[in-house]
């Protein structure tokens, strides 16, 4: 009976680790932000070169910093979604548009519609990195404070935001 | 025909520059370029992982390795760099992540593992060493 013993303890104690393993979706990288403050930015703006956008931009309410491109397929799929989002007004919706171009930018807003506040327009990406972004789209929710809360990376619906985000918010507004 | 197959060879060879990402030096200094090479190489792309930026193509392992390189003209040591990236990407970003209290059970477990593959090593051959030697002797005897 004995000799079954450490191969039964192993097993047990491999099983939980296998479990979680297969759960985890390895290509999901956590930010490294979450309860830190928002990395530091200041961008011109998208519609206006002469304008910039920041931190300061976003401290006092709790927002959204949503991270897209016009290359960005996924960015697309969520557009219809954050469009409700803003006339909703439930939140505000900053964004870093990033490593993309300004006509192209300008045109994809004009065509789609604008849900943003104000977009920054991050041309060589380094904003991207610095906010730890690792594919397009990823929206943060930040706090009054301008900490990060939250990060989702991948397109915005109903049911992610309902599932991810209206909890959070409901948590800060309290 | 073995001519042929030369050629053939020596064009495949000729192409193969042709197949890597930075073809062009970062850095004049081959002692910098070196470094530089090692840094892109231990430093995984974040979106196509499994491939170190050196190796891809994606637009943000470009940044990054503009980023390493720029990081590197400023002075800084490469524990710096690291910490850069770490700050940004957590520990999964190096390719060698440092010895810390997260990353403890990667660096000590495959020791953990060696001995014990090694201790259940010793105790079959021990237990294999006391058996008869030959089948013929180990009739009547306890089969194992």
Not at chain 1, 10 to 32: F, K, N
Not at chain 1, 66 to 79: D, F, K, L
Not at chain 2, 3 to 25: C, N, Q, R, W, Y
């Given at each position: ?174 | ?117 090694g201790v259940a090593l010793v105790r079959v051959v021990r237990r294999r060493m006391s058996m008869p030697l030959d089948d013929e002797d180990k009739a009547g005897g306890a089969s194992v």
């Open positions: 009976m004995n000799r079954y013993l450490l191969p039964l303890l192993a097993v047990v104690i491999m099983i939980p680790i296998l479990v979680m393993g297969l759960r985890s979706d390895p290509s999901e990288l956590p930010s490294q932000y979450i309860g830190k403050p928002a990395p530091q930015f200041d961008l011109p703006t998208l519609k206006d070169a002469t304008k910039r956008v920041s931190n300061a931009d976003l401290s006092g309410q709790v927002s959204l910093v949503n991270i897209w491109a016009t290359w960005c397929g996924g960015c697309r799929a969520e557009h219809p979604f954050l469009m409700q989002l803003s006339r909703e007004q439930k939140i505000p919706i900053y964004a870093i548009n990033w490593r993309d171009n300004r006509p192209g930018a300008l045109a994809w807003l004009r065509e789609l519609g604008d849900p943003y506040v104000a977009s920054g327009f991050d041309e060589d990406g380094r904003v991207g990195i610095d906010w730890g972004v690792y594919g397009a789209p990823e929206t943060f929710l930040v706090d009054a404070d301008g900490h990060v809360m939250f990060r989702y990376p991948g397109p915005l619906n109903r049911a992610v935001w309902e599932r991810e985000f209206e909890p959070r918010i409901a948590e800060l507004s309290k | 025909m073995i001519k042929k197959i030369t050629l053939f060879a020596a064009l495949v060879l000729m192409s193969v520059p042709a197949l890597a990402i930075d073809t062009g030096k970062a850095f004049e200094d081959p002692e910098m370029q070196a470094r530089y090479e090692r840094l892109i190489a231990e430093t995984r792309c974040v979106t196509c992982q499994n491939q170190s930026i050196k190796d891809s193509n994606a637009f943000i392992a470009a940044d990054l390795r503009r980023e390493i390189r720029r990081l590197m003209v400023e002075g800084k040591t490469n524990d710096e760099i690291a910490d850069f990236l770490v700050t940004r990407y957590g520990d999964f970003v190096l390719y060698r992540p440092r010895m810390t209290g997260k990353t403890l059970a990667l660096w000590i477990a495959p020791f953990v593992l060696i001995l014990f593959g």
